[in-house]
């Protein structure tokens, strides 16, 4: 089993609407969780971290759900400048804290 | 500031031969890392480098060697290169291992072993 999973789509999304989508992770010692965008053939850049009590960045909204070991995260009013993929990330101590990446879930806006 | 740089973008190998691939950043980072990146599967750390002087192994160390030259510049150098190599690889750097730390990538290098 994959240490971080997520679903990799895509996730067809028309303009405005809202999009959702989970990632699991296997290790419950996981301290740490972020969700990176990547852009096509571009570099992973951060997207934001994912704090217990849930955090939102403008129209992002991401959650942590420790008991049943996956985070969230929710795009409302999607645009199309928000195409990319995903990607789901955990670090723990154990692993000196460094971190690893799912496979990413792809999300395409259409007008 | 630059940022993450990394050379060359695109490179083409035939099975057997050497290469190094060069990095380097300009936000004094202490800690700095190597990554490939294959369909379907994520990031996966090769190496990686808490500080200056000390290198350790990630996820997928074999067939590769790393360099922490100074500060600014961590290379990975591919002895014998295989089409398991074949690959898109990034560098990576943060003010410190782990955490609630931001790694900031390079734009990668794109690796065909033939």
């Known amino acids: 089993r994959k240490e971080v999973e997520q679903d990799p789509g895509p996730f067809n999304v028309p303009e405005g609407a809202t999009v959702a989508f989970n990632c699991t992770y296997s290790n419950s010692a996981s301290q740490s969780f972020f969700w990176y965008r990547q852009d096509c053939r571009k570099e992973p850049k951060l997207l934001m971290s994912v704090y217990s009590s849930g955090n939102e960045d403008g129209r992002f909204t991401a959650q942590l759900n420790r008991a049943s070991q996956y985070i969230s995260l929710l795009i409302r009013d999607s645009k199309l400048s928000d195409s990319a993929t995903y990607l789901c990330v955990v670090s723990f101590k154990a692993a000196g804290n460094k971190l690893t990446f799912g496979g990413g879930t792809r999300v395409l806006v259409k007008p | 500031n630059a940022g993450v740089t990394q050379t060359p973008k695109f490179q083409v190998l035939k099975t057997g031969q050497s290469m190094t691939l060069q990095c380097a950043q300009d936000m004094n980072h202490n800690s700095m890392y190597w990554y490939r990146q294959d369909p379907g599967m994520g990031l996966r750390l090769i190496y990686y480098?808490?500080?200056?002087?000390?290198?350790d192994k990630g996820e997928v160390p074999n067939g590769y060697n790393v360099s922490r030259l100074n500060k600014r510049e961590f290379s990975l150098r591919l002895e014998s290169a295989a089409p398991s190599q074949t690959s898109v690889y990034f560098c990576a750097s943060s003010e410190e291992v782990g955490g609630a730390d931001t790694q900031y990538f390079g734009p990668g290098t794109r690796l065909t072993v033939l």
């Open positions: 480098s808490a500080s200056e002087g000390t290198t």
